[in-house]
């Protein structure tokens, strides 16, 4: 009943408040500064629904991306996120409505449904890409996880079975209760390396013995030359990690190793320079920000919702993930968004 509550408020009732002016008024007065600036974060754009079957908030219909972006070339001041990270941290001025764009992982949808979209509305934007696997293909572990939790028959899973002994004893996978046991499984396996992580996602294969994946659930990611193509087009490469696991489960030096090659990778994909981070999953560690300065990258985005006011923490950017409804749900969500600068 939540859900559908959510749901109610995101497609009815947001539109028609939206047409009423109920949120420009806060809008603005959140966004009209010129020392303030709202980060949006995208990871995927599609046409089918099929394509997120758990709706775990990660994706966005293709004909709201572009209402999105229509509203966006309107209303605001979109700005190469480097470009305006800069302006915060030297105190200079922005433009008033200041708003980046940028989309996490690096799947193939954002070469083939998200980029034509944003050079039609002449957009810039950062696109964060995982290196690791990046040749051969690999799905990322949790598009695994989903796929099998979505094509599987079984009724239910006993997490032992799959290397998970911490969770219940067994998870329903009925209808209703999949999706609430899909993100009870991927918190866990984010509490794991990657070697645990690929020996429960091969027990989970035996276990639920899943069936055909369709085209829609395979979340294919991009290839090296299809990441030096959005490079060639004009966008901003920045290094999200090699393999998209939460940092405090590495050591200062494995974390360095790992910035170091998944940089390096990029820089010579895209040959050009890679000094933006984004935080896999938002998670961070005690060692991450200084390793980030040290080793020269510019400024880090992480998953914290807030509007970025001057004077900026450099490496504690923060984002608003954008919603899979119409433009008047998403300005619902910036007007409770809190204001945050390097005090906070």
Same mark, same amino acid.
């Given at each position: 009943?939540?859900?559908?509550?959510?749901?109610?408020?995101?497609?009815?009732?947001? /539109?028609?408040?939206?047409?009423?002016?109920?949120?420009?008024?806060?809008?603005?007065?959140?966004?009209?500064?010129?020392?303030?600036?709202?980060?949006?974060?995208? $990871? @995927?754009?599609?046409?089918?629904?099929?394509?997120?079957?758990?709706?775990?908030?990660?994706?966005?219909?293709?004909?709201?991306?572009?209402?999105?972006?229509?509203?966006?070339?309107?209303?605001?001041?979109?700005?190469?996120?480097?470009?305006?990270?800069?302006?915060?941290?030297?105190?200079?001025?922005?433009?008033?409505?200041?708003?980046?764009?940028?989309?996490?992982?690096?799947?193939?949808?954002?070469?083939?449904?998200?980029?034509?979209?944003?050079?039609?509305?002449?957009?810039?934007?950062?696109?964060?890409?995982?290196?690791?696997?990046?040749?051969?293909?690999? /799905?990322?572990?949790?598009?695994?996880?989903?796929?099998?939790?979505?094509?599987?028959?079984?009724?239910?899973?006993?997490? @032992?079975?799959?290397?998970?002994?911490?969770?219940? $004893?067994?998870?329903?996978?009925?209808?209703?209760?999949?999706?609430?046991?899909?993100?009870?499984?991927?918190?866990?396996?984010?509490?794991?390396?990657?070697?645990?992580?690929?020996?429960?996602?091969?027990?989970?294969?035996?276990?639920?013995?899943?069936?055909?994946?369709?085209?829609?659930?395979?979340?294919?990611?991009?290839?090296?030359?299809?990441?030096?193509?959005?490079?060639?087009?004009?966008?901003?490469?920045?290094?999200?990690?090699? @393999?998209?696991?939460?940092?405090?489960?590495?050591?200062?030096?494995?974390?360095?190793?790992?910035?170091?090659?998944?940089? @390096?990778?990029?820089?010579?994909?895209?040959?050009?320079?890679?000094?933006?981070?984004?935080?896999?999953?938002?998670?961070?560690?005690?060692?991450? /920000?200084?390793?980030?300065?040290?080793?020269?990258f510019h400024h880090a985005v992480d998953t914290r919702r807030g509007i970025n006011q001057a004077p900026a923490?450099?490496?504690?950017?923060?984002?608003?993930?954008?919603?899979?409804?119409?433009?008047?749900?998403?300005?619902?969500?910036?007007?409770?968004?809190?204001?945050?600068?390097?005090?906070?």
């Open positions: 009943m939540l859900d559908i509550g959510k749901q109610i408020i995101k497609q009815i009732v947001s /539109p028609l408040a939206d047409r009423a002016g109920v949120y420009d008024h806060k809008v603005e007065s959140l966004l009209g500064s010129t020392n303030r600036l709202l980060v949006l974060m995208y $990871h @995927r754009v599609i046409d089918d629904l099929a394509s997120d079957p758990f709706a775990l908030g990660m994706c966005v219909r293709q004909k709201y991306f572009e209402e999105q972006l229509a509203w966006l070339a309107a209303n605001t001041q979109v700005l190469p996120l480097n470009v305006a990270v800069q302006r915060l941290l030297d105190n200079e001025p922005l433009p008033p409505h200041a708003v980046a764009i940028t989309f996490d992982d690096g799947l193939l949808d954002n070469l083939t449904c998200a980029a034509p979209l944003l050079e039609k509305y002449r957009l810039p934007a950062t696109f964060y890409i995982i290196t690791g696997g990046l040749e051969e293909g690999t /799905p990322m572990w949790w598009d695994q996880a989903i796929a099998m939790l979505a094509t599987t028959n079984a009724q239910s899973l006993d997490p @032992r079975a799959v290397g998970l002994p911490e969770l219940p $004893h067994e998870l329903s996978l009925h209808r209703h209760a999949r999706r609430a046991s899909c993100i009870t499984i991927l918190n866990a396996l984010w509490e794991r390396n990657p070697t645990a992580i690929a020996q429960c996602l091969e027990q989970m294969r035996k276990v639920l013995r899943p069936g055909p994946i369709p085209p829609a659930l395979r979340a294919p990611r991009m290839n090296v030359q299809q990441v030096q193509e959005m490079a060639r087009r004009g966008f901003q490469i920045g290094a999200h990690t090699s @393999r998209h696991i939460d940092p405090k489960l590495f050591n200062r030096e494995q974390l360095r190793a790992d910035l170091l090659a998944s940089r @390096r990778q990029l820089q010579d994909i895209c040959q050009q320079p890679v000094d933006s981070f984004a935080y896999p999953g938002g998670r961070s560690s005690v060692w991450m /920000p200084d390793l980030l300065d040290t080793l020269g923490a450099r490496f504690a950017i923060a984002r608003v993930g954008m919603p899979d409804t119409p433009v008047g749900d998403f300005k619902r969500a910036i007007r409770n968004l809190t204001i945050i600068d390097a005090t906070h």
